[in-house]
T-cell receptor, first 114, second 115 residues
Framework: DAGITQSPRHKVTETGTPVTLRCHQT?????MYWYRQDPGHGLRLIHY???????DKGEVSDGYSVSRSKTEDFLLTLESATSSQTSVYFC?????????????FGPGTRLTVL | GNSVTQMEGPVTLSEEAFLTINCTYT??????LFWYVQYPGEGLQLLLK?????DKGSNKGFEATYRKETTSFHLEKGSVQVSDSAVYFC??????????????FGKGTLLTVNP
């Protein structure tokens, strides 16, 4: 299994509070991604990073920000959580981000916003 | 834009039955195609992939062939087991501008195999 951990694995929070999810990898892969998984939608890309301090938006980036200060860590922040952000969040990594490259996924974080 | 359409589930089969999960795609350029599997409570795992037309990906008895003429990548297995019960996702990578590629997923198909 790819060395990817996510923390916390479960979190319950209240509307309006800030939340930070962490993804940590031990594979030294250049690319890291954050997805959310919702019933009926599959997985949708929130943000991704193609290097330290290099990030870009995905298709559902509103309300989320990210940071990557080290190769191994990619943080996802919900500045002010809303109930619509209740979801399961997955981090993924890939070596070089090319068309044929495989993305490897972490175990996920289940976030509930009350 | 790029998109993946896979058959809606749930799909319920008896053990040793033949499995087909249909997947078709729309993409610019020459995408790579993937099947991922998600077991209950876990993250996604790569099941198989194909990177060019007519390639066949295979793993654990599952197969899928990259058909450019029909823009399809159907997943098949000749004899399913209870342990194959999971959600299956078809996905593609395509250029998102510059040198970065993004993975686009179908909505997933829940497979339940009964003994």
């Amino acid at each position: 299994d790819a060395g990817i951990t996510q923390s916390p694995r479960h979190k319950v929070t209240e509307t309006g509070t800030p939340v930070t999810l962490r993804c940590h990898q031990t594979e030294n892969h250049r690319y890291m991604y954050w997805y959310r998984q919702d019933p009926g939608h599959g997985l949708r890309l929130i943000h991704y990073s193609y290097g330290v301090k290099d990030t870009d938006k995905g298709e559902v980036s509103d309300g989320y920000s990210v940071s990557r200060s080290k190769t191994e860590d990619f943080l996802l922040t919900l500045e002010s959580a809303t109930s619509s952000q209740t979801s399961v969040y997955f981090c993924a990594i890939s070596l070089f981000g090319g068309s044929t490259d495989t993305q490897y996924f972490g175990p996920g974080t289940r976030l509930t916003v009350l | 834009g790029n998109s993946v359409t896979q058959m809606e589930g749930p799909v319920t089969l008896s053990e040793e039955a033949f499995l087909t999960i249909n997947c078709t795609y729309t993409a610019t350029g020459y995408p790579s195609l993937f099947w991922y599997v998600q077991y209950p409570g876990e993250g996604l795992q790569l099941l198989l992939k194909a990177t060019k037309a007519d390639d066949k990906g295979s793993n654990k008895g599952f197969e899928a062939t990259y058909r450019k003429e029909t823009t399809s990548f159907h997943l098949e297995k000749g004899s399913v087991q209870v342990s194959d019960s999971a959600v299956y996702f078809c996905a593609l990578t395509a250029n998102s501008g510059g040198s970065n590629y993004k993975l686009t997923f179908g909505k997933g198909t829940l497979l339940t195999v009964n003994p």
